[in-house]
């Protein structure tokens, strides 16, 4: 399908300008005019009588003189006036003179239907540039982009990590293969699959594998498309491109982001008159479309707590699958996959990789292998190593390293000892992840330093002791600040603000508070978007805000004060871990642990 060119003012004043040049060239090509010049009527008399001139052609518009000598000029035009005397003078000096014959016919044609011909060829030739759903007679076309069986090359090879989501969809694909199977027992096919997960877990790359081990048409349209500034244009869209699939049946129809247009409807002060209506008229095609068609309607959203509550009952969208974030395993044949066509070292285990790279989904694993692959290019080798993984990692987890920033030995002081402080901390207290690199060199924006932990196993649930142990290294830099320089610097404030928000979810989202209770506070919000996990202030009053303010400033004075008192017992560890950084600027796991042995 050809991409959709907008209309402007342009292509107007192009073909305007187009028409004068046109008309001014067919003018002068018809009745090529010699060398004239206009002069005024008492001129021209004048002239006459001076008998200078030899012939006249008199016009109801125009008089043209031709001089007895020409002078430079071989005519002279001038405007008649009412002179009944005119003749008489001509006969006087013997002129020439003619009435001019005119005829309105062609002069009809070259001054309008002539310039409209040519202006209505080019405005064809422009319609005909700008393509099909580019024009105002077809705004109602969907847009959507359609791969044939031939052009989905995706199967389920390609997609790796999500296996329980891949099993959900084997059963689609065998419909769409062999549907008799199916109908003969009597059973009907879910007429929606809603793809729910993160983003990044590769909800679009699923829904083309299957398009693709089940050799159908393929639509592609985002939920973006459907909405415009004209009310019921979406809604139009939405019935062409059930129109279009029932056509190419069997086929896939693919919504992505489907909370562009299938938002709850009647949330919030003010409403969306044409978002609303591409909606009912999505929830109407859903209900009326036949399944024995073979026509399979999958979206992906990565909001499912917004949508409409019409859009998830069964008959629609009645079966959800979740693309959640990979496992260990599942980071491990993601990485393979990405990997096929990427020549390794002998040194590369992808299972260390996979285990570095906790919480990450497809699209951060795929970035990693690409990051490795163009760092072992600018360095000049031949295979991509172990070395050019970890940098690519810490790349995506601290951002670009900066060796070339200028930092005073005072600040690189402070900040060895910060860095210290936040690994002593973790090293000294049993529920934290071990420490795997420290480095005082500047990295991404506004870090001069970090502590990087790494988990031992995927985790999915953390006890109270476990948070207040977090926070405990969260402030140990701070801490460390402190205990040394009996001082403390902003450094901390990326520490603090992280710290305060999981003592705030303590107290307000997982009762974790001995003063308030097993008491929810908070309204939780986006499932798979990264935010604080709160929404503003919950439904509770003013005296109970501020006992959650208190509650929240103990677990971190308390976490706080935990964090010194380690750091004063060790402040022998905290010298040596601080000298070898400000001579190595970056220690390694195994080292650290000879350090701090």
Known sequence: MRPRTKFSITYIIFVIVMMMLIQFFIVGLFFPSPQTKYIPYSTFKQLVREDKIKSVVIGQDIIKAVPKKSEGFKIFLTTPVKDPELIKELDKYKVEYTGAYENPWLKGIFSWVLPLAVFFFIWALLFRKIGPGAGVMTFGKSGAKLYAETDVKVTFEDVAGVDEAKEELKEIIEFLKAPQRFQQLGGKLPKGVLLVGPPGTGKTLLARAVAGEAKVPFFYISGSSFVEMFVGVGAARVRDLFTQAMEKAPCIVFIDELDAIGRARGLGPSTNDEREQTLNQLLVEMDGFDTRKGVIIMAATNRPEILDPALLRPGRFDRHILVDRPDIRGREEILKVHTRKVKLSKDVDLKVIAGRTAGFVGADLANVVNEAALLAARKGKKEVGMEEFEEAIDRMLTGLEKKNKVISEKERKIVAYHESGHTIVAETLPTTERVHRVSIIPRGIGALGYTLQLPTEDRYLMTRKELLDKLCV???????????????????????????????????????????????????????????????????????????????????????????NILEEKKDKLHRLSSALLEKEVIESEELREILK
């Open 474 to 564: 969260l402030l140990g830099g701070r801490a460390a600040e402190e205990v040394i320089f009996n001082e403390v610097s902003t450094g901390a404030q990326n520490d603090l603000q992280r710290a305060t928000d999981i003592a705030r979810k303590m107290v307000i989202n997982y009762g974790m508070s001995k003063t308030l209770g097993p008491i929810t506070f908070g309204k939780e919000q986006g499932a798979f978007l990264k935010s604080n996990g709160f929404s503003g202030r919950g439904e509770y009053s003013e005296k109970t805000a501020i006992e959650i303010d208190e509650e929240v400033k103990n677990i971190v004075k308390q976490t706080y004060e935990k964090a010194k």
